[in-house]
Protein backbone atom coordinates (compact mmCIF):
# COMPACT_ATOMS: atom_id res chain seq x y z
CA UNK A 1 0.00 0.00 0.00
CA UNK A 2 1.08 3.88 -0.18
CA UNK A 3 1.26 5.47 2.63
CA UNK A 4 0.81 9.08 3.07
CA UNK A 5 2.86 11.16 5.37
CA UNK A 6 0.78 14.69 6.15
CA UNK A 7 2.28 17.49 7.86
CA UNK A 8 2.08 18.96 9.86
CA UNK A 9 -0.61 17.05 12.48
CA UNK A 10 -1.60 20.28 13.67
CA UNK A 11 -1.10 23.94 13.26
CA UNK A 12 -1.82 26.83 15.43
CA UNK A 13 -2.63 29.89 13.10
CA UNK A 14 -4.41 33.48 12.75
CA UNK A 15 -6.70 34.14 10.25
CA UNK A 16 -5.12 36.35 7.27
CA UNK A 17 -2.19 33.73 7.56
CA UNK A 18 -0.50 32.13 4.92
CA UNK A 19 -0.77 28.10 5.33
CA UNK A 20 0.93 25.28 3.28
CA UNK A 21 0.03 21.68 4.76
CA UNK A 22 2.68 19.23 3.12
CA UNK A 23 1.88 15.26 1.95
CA UNK A 24 4.35 13.39 1.02
CA UNK A 25 3.98 9.34 -1.14
CA UNK A 26 5.97 6.57 -0.25
CA UNK A 27 5.89 6.20 -3.80
CA UNK A 28 5.14 8.21 -7.20
CA UNK A 29 1.83 9.01 -7.62
CA UNK A 30 2.96 10.93 -10.57
CA UNK A 31 -0.42 13.74 -9.65
CA UNK A 32 -3.32 11.52 -8.37
CA UNK A 33 -3.39 13.25 -5.22
CA UNK A 34 -6.66 14.86 -3.82
CA UNK A 35 -7.04 17.47 -1.00
CA UNK A 36 -10.29 17.55 1.16
CA UNK A 37 -11.40 19.04 4.02
CA UNK A 38 -13.34 18.19 6.65
CA UNK A 39 -15.23 20.49 9.75
CA UNK A 40 -16.22 18.99 12.62
CA UNK A 41 -18.98 16.62 12.36
CA UNK A 42 -19.13 17.14 9.01
CA UNK A 43 -18.83 14.95 5.93
CA UNK A 44 -15.55 16.05 4.08
CA UNK A 45 -15.36 17.87 0.73
CA UNK A 46 -13.46 18.37 -2.10
CA UNK A 47 -10.96 21.40 -2.77
CA UNK A 48 -8.58 20.24 -4.92
CA UNK A 49 -7.98 16.86 -7.58
CA UNK A 50 -5.18 15.92 -9.62
CA UNK A 51 -2.71 17.88 -7.39
CA UNK A 52 -3.52 21.56 -8.67
CA UNK A 53 -7.17 21.32 -10.08
CA UNK A 54 -9.28 24.05 -7.64
CA UNK A 55 -12.76 21.85 -7.35
CA UNK A 56 -15.85 24.64 -8.89
CA UNK A 57 -17.10 26.44 -5.80
CA UNK A 58 -13.84 26.36 -3.88
CA UNK A 59 -12.50 29.96 -3.07
CA UNK A 60 -9.17 31.21 -4.82
CA UNK A 61 -7.06 31.32 -1.78
CA UNK A 62 -6.49 27.47 -1.97
CA UNK A 63 -4.27 25.93 -4.16
CA UNK A 64 -2.11 22.92 -4.83
CA UNK A 65 0.49 21.72 -6.26
CA UNK A 66 3.33 19.18 -6.60
CA UNK A 67 3.60 15.71 -7.88
CA UNK A 68 5.47 12.62 -7.85
CA UNK A 69 6.30 12.17 -4.55
CA UNK A 70 5.64 15.76 -2.64
CA UNK A 71 2.43 17.96 -2.66
CA UNK A 72 1.03 21.05 -1.37
CA UNK A 73 -1.39 22.27 -0.34
CA UNK A 74 -1.40 26.21 0.29
CA UNK A 75 -4.18 28.84 2.00
CA UNK A 76 -3.03 32.29 0.59
CA UNK A 77 -4.83 34.34 3.34
CA UNK A 78 -6.40 32.27 5.82
CA UNK A 79 -10.17 33.13 6.61
CA UNK A 80 -12.18 32.06 9.62
CA UNK A 81 -14.45 29.32 7.82
CA UNK A 82 -11.00 27.82 7.15
CA UNK A 83 -10.58 26.27 10.57
CA UNK A 84 -10.79 22.52 9.97
CA UNK A 85 -9.06 19.73 9.14
CA UNK A 86 -7.30 18.75 5.92
CA UNK A 87 -6.77 15.24 4.51
CA UNK A 88 -4.69 14.48 1.62
CA UNK A 89 -5.25 11.09 -0.47
CA UNK A 90 -3.52 9.10 -3.17
CA UNK A 91 -5.58 8.20 -6.01
CA UNK A 92 -3.10 6.49 -7.88
CA UNK A 93 -3.77 2.63 -6.81
CA UNK A 94 -5.86 1.40 -4.25
CA UNK A 95 -6.31 1.17 -1.54
CA UNK A 96 -6.63 5.13 -2.14
CA UNK A 97 -4.89 6.14 1.20
CA UNK A 98 -5.53 9.10 3.12
CA UNK A 99 -2.95 11.03 4.96
CA UNK A 100 -3.29 11.14 8.82
CA UNK A 101 -4.58 14.90 8.45
CA UNK A 102 -3.73 18.50 9.62
CA UNK A 103 -5.90 20.38 11.83
CA UNK A 104 -6.08 24.25 12.17
CA UNK A 105 -6.79 25.54 15.30
CA UNK A 106 -7.01 29.56 16.02
CA UNK A 107 -4.14 30.69 17.50
CA UNK B 1 -28.66 18.53 -7.13
CA UNK B 2 -26.56 15.61 -6.68
CA UNK B 3 -27.72 14.13 -3.38
CA UNK B 4 -26.68 10.76 -1.67
CA UNK B 5 -28.73 9.92 1.31
CA UNK B 6 -27.73 6.99 3.63
CA UNK B 7 -29.68 4.81 5.16
CA UNK B 8 -28.98 1.58 7.67
CA UNK B 9 -26.23 1.47 10.08
CA UNK B 10 -26.88 0.86 14.08
CA UNK B 11 -25.72 -0.92 16.77
CA UNK B 12 -24.27 -4.60 16.77
CA UNK B 13 -23.10 -7.19 18.06
CA UNK B 14 -19.31 -8.46 17.20
CA UNK B 15 -19.52 -11.07 14.58
CA UNK B 16 -22.86 -9.75 13.33
CA UNK B 17 -23.96 -8.39 9.99
CA UNK B 18 -25.02 -5.18 8.74
CA UNK B 19 -26.13 -3.33 5.50
CA UNK B 20 -25.36 0.31 4.88
CA UNK B 21 -27.45 2.27 1.57
CA UNK B 22 -26.86 4.88 -0.53
CA UNK B 23 -29.92 6.38 -2.62
CA UNK B 24 -28.12 8.10 -5.50
CA UNK B 25 -30.22 11.18 -7.71
CA UNK B 26 -29.01 14.37 -9.41
CA UNK B 27 -27.23 12.32 -11.35
CA UNK B 28 -26.76 9.87 -13.91
CA UNK B 29 -25.81 7.43 -11.33
CA UNK B 30 -25.09 4.42 -14.06
CA UNK B 31 -22.04 6.70 -15.22
CA UNK B 32 -20.19 6.90 -12.23
CA UNK B 33 -17.92 4.88 -9.88
CA UNK B 34 -19.05 4.79 -6.36
CA UNK B 35 -17.18 4.55 -3.24
CA UNK B 36 -17.22 3.64 0.32
CA UNK B 37 -14.95 5.82 3.19
CA UNK B 38 -15.05 5.51 6.87
CA UNK B 39 -13.94 7.02 10.13
CA UNK B 40 -13.94 5.86 13.36
CA UNK B 41 -14.78 8.19 16.22
CA UNK B 42 -12.10 11.05 16.44
CA UNK B 43 -9.36 9.64 13.58
CA UNK B 44 -9.07 10.14 10.29
CA UNK B 45 -10.46 9.08 7.17
CA UNK B 46 -10.10 5.03 5.32
CA UNK B 47 -10.75 4.62 2.02
CA UNK B 48 -12.88 1.10 2.19
CA UNK B 49 -14.21 0.02 -1.31
CA UNK B 50 -15.05 0.93 -4.55
CA UNK B 51 -16.93 -0.15 -7.71
CA UNK B 52 -17.59 0.58 -10.85
CA UNK B 53 -20.34 2.36 -13.13
CA UNK B 54 -21.34 -1.80 -14.19
CA UNK B 55 -20.94 -3.32 -10.73
CA UNK B 56 -18.27 -5.97 -12.62
CA UNK B 57 -15.48 -4.64 -10.98
CA UNK B 58 -14.77 -4.26 -7.56
CA UNK B 59 -12.30 -3.10 -4.85
CA UNK B 60 -11.51 -3.20 -1.04
CA UNK B 61 -8.87 -2.39 1.52
CA UNK B 62 -7.36 -5.21 3.00
CA UNK B 63 -8.58 -4.85 6.51
CA UNK B 64 -12.19 -5.51 5.29
CA UNK B 65 -11.56 -7.98 2.05
CA UNK B 66 -13.47 -11.03 2.39
CA UNK B 67 -16.01 -9.74 5.11
CA UNK B 68 -17.77 -6.35 3.31
CA UNK B 69 -19.25 -6.75 -0.14
CA UNK B 70 -20.18 -3.62 -2.49
CA UNK B 71 -23.28 -3.71 -4.64
CA UNK B 72 -24.87 -1.21 -6.38
CA UNK B 73 -28.39 -1.40 -8.13
CA UNK B 74 -28.35 0.79 -11.75
CA UNK B 75 -32.06 0.60 -12.08
CA UNK B 76 -33.13 1.88 -8.99
CA UNK B 77 -29.97 4.06 -8.42
CA UNK B 78 -28.80 2.68 -5.08
CA UNK B 79 -25.38 1.66 -3.32
CA UNK B 80 -24.77 -0.95 -1.02
CA UNK B 81 -22.28 -2.31 1.62
CA UNK B 82 -22.84 -5.99 3.30
CA UNK B 83 -20.85 -5.94 6.24
CA UNK B 84 -20.46 -9.26 7.65
CA UNK B 85 -18.28 -10.72 11.06
CA UNK B 86 -18.14 -7.63 12.00
CA UNK B 87 -15.15 -6.53 14.73
CA UNK B 88 -15.10 -3.55 17.02
CA UNK B 89 -12.70 -2.20 14.86
CA UNK B 90 -14.97 -1.57 12.25
CA UNK B 91 -16.98 0.88 14.53
CA UNK B 92 -17.38 4.34 12.41
CA UNK B 93 -19.30 6.66 10.59
CA UNK B 94 -19.62 5.15 7.18
CA UNK B 95 -19.77 7.40 3.92
CA UNK B 96 -21.24 7.00 0.41
CA UNK B 97 -19.15 8.39 -1.90
CA UNK B 98 -19.14 9.36 -5.59
CA UNK B 99 -16.17 8.97 -8.09
CA UNK B 100 -15.12 10.86 -10.86
CA UNK B 101 -12.27 10.53 -13.17
CA UNK B 102 -10.31 13.33 -15.10
CA UNK B 103 -8.12 11.38 -17.24
CA UNK B 104 -6.71 8.38 -14.98
CA UNK B 105 -7.24 10.60 -11.73
CA UNK B 106 -9.86 9.61 -9.79
CA UNK B 107 -11.40 11.88 -7.14
CA UNK B 108 -14.71 12.17 -4.64
CA UNK B 109 -16.68 14.89 -4.74
CA UNK B 110 -20.04 14.21 -3.61
CA UNK B 111 -20.31 12.25 -0.08
CA UNK B 112 -23.43 11.27 1.79
CA UNK B 113 -23.98 12.45 4.90
CA UNK B 114 -22.51 9.45 6.94
CA UNK B 115 -24.00 6.52 8.86
CA UNK B 116 -23.01 5.78 12.50
CA UNK B 117 -21.98 1.79 12.72
CA UNK B 118 -20.79 0.51 16.02
CA UNK B 119 -19.84 -2.84 17.00
CA UNK B 120 -19.66 -3.82 20.49
CA UNK B 121 -21.80 -6.25 22.90
Known amino acids: DIQMTQSPPSLSVSVGDRVTITCRAS??????LNWYQQKSGRAPNLLIY???NLQGGVPSRFSGSGSRTDFTLTISSLQPEDFATYYC?????????FGQGTRLEIK | EVQLVQSGGGLVQPGGSLRVSCAAS????????MHWVRQAPGKGLVWVSR????????GYADSVKGRFTISRDNAKNTLDLQMNSLRAEDTAVYYC??????????????WGQGTLVVVSS
Open chain 1, 89 to 97: QQSFSIPYT
Open chain 1, 50 to 52: AAS
Open chain 2, 97 to 110: VRGQLVGTVMFNDY
Open chain 2, 26 to 33: GFIFPRDW
Open chain 1, 27 to 32: QTINSH
Open chain 2, 51 to 58: INPDGNTV
